[in-house]
């Protein structure tokens, strides 16, 4: 179910900002250098045009808020009393280097490193009391920071959004709504066709290398033989290939399925159709079906059938026994959206379901 992000972005520095990384997307080339090979390449294919619009939160209170974003949820972008834009949030990071590079940063020495990446922007022109009548705000409350409001709370609101009364696509430049003292400035992102074109043997970024030495490492094990200890040393290998593309030098990660942020110590390097049953060529194909996921719960739900994507949604197994510990986690992820599904991994999203989510 989707969210709404709630973010003021009315101030002198966060109109900067909004003109900067929302109203003009900014060049993937630009934001390669930042980002680990995985992630630049899921960025090539949410967005195929090669521009990203782009927004941050800085840390404090707005990190806890910023863990709970999913894919699809909306994002509003407010200020002079208004709603100024909408739109779709495709991906997050955490990226204090990405976020300087973007942004400089504030009078206290922060920078807006929880960042978000949108698509489908479009200008809107609604009344903070239209926003306040449907979450039962008082009439004459003002968006006060970033805030995430769970779904329950904001369905009768976002059906508005969708019904295309207040919406106009956001083709004609006239954002200027006018500047407010806001205590949140934000960072903008944009919108682009995700149509998913499949870019399978592209090239990685350009401060990641061992693609070749990945290749052969891969071709080099026989799927026929029993794994003898060279093959072990040789899947181990693999493994620190596979966590280099996803995680780089980062001290920390996004877990591809609850979307939490964590230490890497803390993320598996997953494939998504088992491994056991990948040809050569789905090995090779990491770029789409290796992703991180975390060992708070996510991969031993995922590696055992107990949760599985289907058109981009978490879906529980209906078979599986679940004890009340586990029903509390599985229902939490159950009809959430998975921020790493794109329609390039599609086909090994169908595959666990269609073959892991069966006892
Ligand atoms: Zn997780």
Not at 53 to 74: A, C, F, L, M
Not at 213 to 236: G, M, N
Not at 320 to 327: E, F, G, P, S
Request: include cysteine.
């Amino acid at each position: 179910m989707r969210q709404l992000i709630l973010q003021p972005a009315g101030s002198v520095e966060s109109r900067g900002h909004y003109d900067d990384t929302i109203f003009h997307p900014v060049a993937l080339d630009r934001i390669s250098k930042f980002v680990t090979a995985a992630e630049f390449d899921h960025l090539k294919n949410l967005y195929p045009a090669g521009k990203a619009h782009v927004w941050g939160v800085t840390s404090g209170r707005n990190t806890v808020k910023w863990q709970k974003i999913n894919k699809n949820d909306v994002a509003v972008f407010a200020g002079g009393m208004k709603i100024f834009s909408s739109g779709e949030v495709k991906y997050k990071v955490r990226n204090k280097s990405l976020a300087l590079n973007l942004w400089g940063e504030d009078d206290e020495g922060r920078t807006w490193e929880f960042i978000y990446f949108l698509d489908h922007i479009r200008q809107r022109d609604i009344p903070y009391s239209a926003l306040n009548k449907h979450l039962g705000y008082e009439h004459n409350a003002v968006i006060q920071g970033f805030n995430v409001i769970p779904w329950e709370k904001c369905t009768t609101f976002l059906a508005y959004l969708d019904s295309g009364k207040v919406a106009t696509a956001a083709s004609s430049h006239t954002l200027a709504p006018t500047i407010e003292t806001s205590t949140s400035a934000g960072i903008p992102d944009s919108p682009l066709e995700d149509d998913g074109e499949c870019t399978l043997q592209t090239e990685v970024s350009s401060e990641y290398s061992g693609c070749e030495d990945f290749e052969r490492l891969i071709k080099d094990l026989d799927p026929a033989k029993p794994l003898d200890a060279t093959a072990v040393v040789q899947i181990r290998k693999e493994q620190v290939f596979l966590r280099k593309f996803l995680f780089g030098s980062r001290g920390t990660g996004i877990c591809g399925i609850c979307g939490k942020e964590f230490p890497v110590d803390f993320l598996v390097a997953a494939h998504i159709k088992r491994r056991a049953d990948c040809s050569i060529e789905e090995k090779l194909d990491y770029k789409n079906n290796v992703m991180p996921i975390c060992k708070m719960g996510c991969d031993d739900l995922f590696e055992k059938g107990y949760i599985s994507i289907l058109n981009g949604k978490i879906i529980r197994c209906p078979d599986k026994l679940l004890t009340l510990a586990m029903k509390a986690y599985v229902d939490i992820l159950h009809n959430g959206s998975c921020l790493y599904a794109t329609p390039s991994n599609k086909g090994y999203f169908q595959w666990h379901a269609d073959n892991r989510l069966r006892r």
